[in-house]
C-alpha cells in the first residue's frame, strides 16, 4: 500500500461545477498536508496547505482534513476550463520530506 | 532567469552509461530534492538534503547516487543507466528550519530515456 493515495481518474467535471478531490494517507503521525498543480508538461507548483483538522479555504480552493479519518480533500468551486490539471496530494512525513501521492487528472469540459 | 536550474533539460543515453544530473538554485534555500516522475505513479522521491552534510535516501534511491557540491548546488548520478531509468526528474528546494511552509520550488524537469 503506497504511503499516500490518489484515485488516479481523470475526473471530468462540467464547467462550473464543484470539482472533487480526495486523498488518503497512512502516517498517523504527519502533521502537514498539500495540494499540488501540475500542468500538462509544467512543474508542479503548491496551490493549498492545511495543517488542522476541519477546512480551509482560499479564493474558489477549499482543503479539508480530517486525521482521525486519515483524510484530505479538495473541492474546487465554480470550476474553470483552467483547472484542468493533474492535482498532487503530498504529505509532510517529518521535517519537509514531502510524499507524494500518484495524482489526479482533473479534466474541466466547457 | 528561473530559480531552480536543472541541465541537461533532455537526454537520451543507452543502457550501462553514466548519467548526471545536475541542480542549481538562486533561491537560498537549504533543503534540496531529487523526484521521480512516471506516469501514473505521481513523485517518488529518490534523495534529498537538508544541508551540505546532510544526504538522506529517500523511497527509491537503488540504483542512483547524490552529491551536494554547495549550498546552491545537487547533483544527481545513474553510475550504470537502465530503461527503466527512464523517466522525468525533478529538482525542488524548500526554505530552511525558519520556513516550515512545506512549499517545494521545482526545477522545470529533466526528461532522461534510457535505450
Known amino acids: 500500500q503506497k504511503e499516500v493515495e490518489q484515485n488516479s481518474g481523470p475526473l471530468s467535471v462540467p464547467e462550473g461545477a464543484i470539482a472533487s478531490l480526495n486523498c488518503t494517507y497512512s502516517?498517523?503521525?504527519?502533521?502537514?498536508f498539500f495540494w499540488y498543480r501540475q500542468y500538462s508538461g509544467k512543474s508542479p507548483e503548491l496551490i493549498m496547505s492545511i495543517y488542522s483538522n476541519g477546512d480551509k479555504e482560499d479564493g474558489r480552493f477549499t482543503a479539508q482534513l480530517n486525521k482521525a479519518s486519515q483524510y484530505v480533500s479538495l473541492l474546487i468551486r465554480d470550476s474553470q476550463p483552467s483547472d484542468s490539471a493533474t492535482y498532487l496530494c503530498a504529505v509532510d512525513q517529518g521535517a519537509q520530506k514531502l510524499v507524494f501521492g500518484q495524482g489526479t487528472r482533473l479534466t474541466i469540459n466547457p | 532567469d528561473a530559480d531552480v536550474t536543472q541541465t541537461p533539460r533532455n537526454r537520451i543515453t543507452k543502457t550501462g552509461k553514466r548519467i548526471m544530473l545536475e541542480c542549481s538554485q538562486t533561491k537560498g534555500h537549504d533543503r534540496m530534492y531529487w523526484y521521480r516522475q512516471d506516469p501514473g505513479l505521481g513523485l517518488q522521491l529518490i534523495y534529498y538534503s537538508f544541508d551540505v552534510k546532510d544526504i538522506n535516501k529517500g523511497e527509491i534511491s537503488d540504483g542512483y547516487s547524490v552529491s551536494r557540491q554547495a549550498q546552491a548546488k545537487f547533483s544527481l548520478s545513474l553510475e550504470s543507466a537502465i530503461p527503466n531509468q527512464t523517466a522525468l526528474y525533478f529538482c525542488?528546494?524548500?526554505?530552511?528550519?525558519?520556513?516550515?511552509?512545506?512549499?517545494?520550488?521545482f526545477g522545470e524537469g529533466s526528461r532522461l530515456t534510457v535505450l
Open positions: 525542488a528546494t524548500s526554505g530552511g528550519h525558519y520556513e516550515n511552509t512545506g512549499e517545494l520550488f
Open positions: 502516517d498517523r503521525v504527519s502533521q502537514s
